[in-house]
């Protein structure tokens, strides 16, 4: 079954750390470029980042730049997500989904269930 | 500003034709990058309902269709059911964010 499953969502203390992790199944990952994607409450989906297929190149929202570090491991058939210094506007929906077609050109064909992260005291 | 601005909500009877349009700017859509649509319902995966403007994943009815004039597009939707009450958001590609762009979502109700 062609599908992607995140975990690593919880509650956390503002300025701490939290890693996120999708995994893949039913197709071949290191051959795709794969997002991030949250939805805070409330609110719309927003881009976080993006990391392709060899893991060459990262691309991240100014909302998150400098805090949060994506990445892939092919041999293990993961992606993750290192999330530091994590504050209230945090808290969201994290959605992991998979890339196809050209870096600009692109859409994303593939989404996950998501996991929840909370920023909280 | 790098911004796709999508109408807060639209609603239809069943059997009913609606349009959600999004708009860019010179840095998106206006740059001639494809725009993509997703459906998305509350506690679920998004689902990808139009790609590079005015194609259809297979799967996806043909009551959706995709259109694109200048810096605006358009997702139609017609013979409204009560299944399509959902959110839908535009997507596309930002040069001067270097990244992807998503439009503040439409919550569509079927009346």
């Known amino acids: 079954q062609v599908q992607l499953v995140e975990s690593g969502g919880g509650v956390v203390q503002p300025g701490r750390s939290l890693r996120l992790s999708c995994v893949p199944s039913g197709f071949t990952f290191r051959n795709y470029g794969m997002h991030w994607v949250r939805q805070a409450p409330g609110k719309g989906l927003e881009w976080v980042a993006v990391i392709w297929y060899d893991g060459s190149n990262k691309y991240y929202a100014d909302a998150v730049k400098g805090r949060f570090t994506i990445s892939r491991d092919n041999s293990k058939n993961t992606l993750s997500l290192e999330m530091n210094s994590l504050r209230g506007e945090d808290t969201a929906v994290y959605y992991c989904?998979?890339?196809?077609?050209?870096?600009?050109?692109?859409?994303?064909?593939?989404w996950g269930q998501g996991t929840l992260v909370t920023v909280s005291s | 500003q790098s911004v796709l601005t999508q109408p807060p909500s639209v609603s239809g009877a069943p059997g009913q034709r609606v349009t959600i349009s999004c708009t860019g700017s010179?840095?998106?859509?206006?740059?001639?990058?494809?725009v993509h649509w997703y459906q998305h319902l509350p506690g679920t995966a998004p689902k990808l309902l139009i790609y590079a403007n005015t194609n259809r994943p297979s799967g996806v009815p043909d009551r959706f269709s995709g259109s694109k004039s200048g810096t605006s597009v358009s997702l139609a939707i017609t013979g409204l059911q009560a299944e399509d009450e959902a959110d839908y958001y535009c997507q596309s590609y930002d040069s001067s964010l270097s990244g992807s762009l998503f439009g503040g979502g439409t919550k569509l109700t079927v009346l």
């Open positions: 989904a998979r890339h196809v077609g050209g870096f600009t050109s692109g859409y994303l064909d593939l």
């Open positions: 010179s840095s998106n859509i206006g740059a001639n990058y494809d």
